[in-house]
Structure formats: structure tokens, C-alpha cells
């Protein structure tokens, strides 16, 4: 059976590619750690390890569909409009998908002009809760919250943070 694969950051130009190295790496991998004396043990070896190989396929994927925005260099926020600026380290997101694990690499934007507050993301890479997020903010913050269900009693005292929702992207 196959460790836990980690892969690094690809260019999303070579996705398949990417995609074909893996695959082989791991059939190599298959092939030398487990004996295949019948049909039975290689299929047994392929279910084993379907996860992490339908994963890295639904990786190549969504590097070869969505390849652009996880290269991008600028965007536009969508709660201020204010034009931002990728940090230029990014931001890695483990994502568990239907066919398996997915590490995906992806940039974090910053605003190019200081304005009167900070956005503050409430999501598992940030602010686990709401909360945490408004005792970190200070007065003129924006605490953005991603979509889901928050079971805590959130209190502002007297900072004068906006809390808003994250856009949904399509």
C-alpha cells in the first residue's frame, strides 16, 4: 500500500503530464513493494491505492479547468471591490473530493491600497469560529465568513467590525 502522497505546487500548464508522472510513480511503486501473482492481487493493489490516484487525476483536472485563477496575480475583492494582490507564497487546502484527496496550492490576496480595515477569513485556515476572528479584528476590519453552519454566540463588544459573508464561486 501507498503512503500518503504530497504533492507540491505544479504548473498548471503541464497538468497532464503531472497527472501521467504520478500515475507511473505509483504503478512503479506498486509494482516493487507487493507481489502480483494473479488478476485478483493487481486489482487488489489498485483498489488499495484507487484514492490517492483518483485523486491526483481530479488534481490534474481542476489544474487544467481552474489552472489560470490558481496562477493569477490579482483579483478584485468581492466585499470592498478594492483591487488586491497575491501574497507570493500560497496557501495550501486539502479539499476531500468524491474520488479522493486533493492538495491544492493557492494564492492568497492581500489589497494593493491600504484602506481603514483588514479582511479577516473564518475559515479552517484562518479563524476557526467567528469569534476568534472579531477578537483578532480591530475597529474598520471585515471578518469574512465562509459558507456553513456556525453554532456560537459571537460577541463585538465595542469594536466596530463588519461581518459579511465570502462570495460563492461557480
Known sequence: MLAAVQTIPTDSGNWKSNFLSFAGNC????????????????????????????GQAALALIEKKYGHLLEQQYCQCPNCHRQTKAKPEKVKREIETLVGPVTLYR????????????????????????????????????????????????NFGEKGVIVTKTAVSG
Request: glycine fraction near 4%; hydrophobic fraction near 35%.
Open 107 to 154: 494564492p492568497y490576496f492581500l489589497p494593493l491600497i491600504p484602506a481603514a480595515g483588514r479582511h479577516l477569513d473564518c475559515d479552517p485556515d484562518d479563524y476557526t469560529t467567528i469569534q476568534a476572528a472579531i477578537t483578532a479584528a480591530d475597529d474598520g476590519d471585515t471578518v469574512l465568513v465562509s459558507p456553513g453552519l456556525y453554532e456560537e454566540n459571537v
Open 27 to 54: 504503478l512503479d511503486q506498486i509494482e516493487k513493494d507487493d507481489l502480483m501473482e494473479s488478476i485478483t492481487d493487481i486489482s487488489k493493489n489498485l483498489f488499495t491505492n484507487r484514492s490517492e490516484i483518483m
